[in-house]
């Protein structure tokens, strides 16, 4: 994973993954709240790999796992 993110920080305009163009930057594009420049809110450094756990949680909505567990009783028919 640390492979990747370095791939994806290196095709950027910003030194990270947010506008990378990759599958990374477009998780977060799509998935992540806006930070006050307007792009993306990184879940997780592009260097350390340190989890941002506010934003981490701002993608749970999204976590099909916890989805379907939490819908079973409807979507499990």
Do not use: C
């Not at 791939?7 to 990759?22: D, F, K, L």
């Not at 934003?55 to 819908?71: F, G, S, T």
């Amino acid at each position: 994973m640390k492979d990747w993110i370095a791939g994806e920080n290196v095709n950027r305009r910003t030194n990270v993954y947010t506008v990378s163009g990759g599958e990374i930057g477009a998780y977060n594009a799509v998935f992540g709240s806006k930070g006050a420049d307007g792009l993306p809110s990184l879940m997780f450094d592009p260097v350390t790999g340190k989890i941002d756990h506010d934003i981490a949680r701002q993608w749970e909505k999204y976590d099909l796992k916890k989805v379907l567990q939490k819908n079973w009783s409807v979507l499990g028919r």
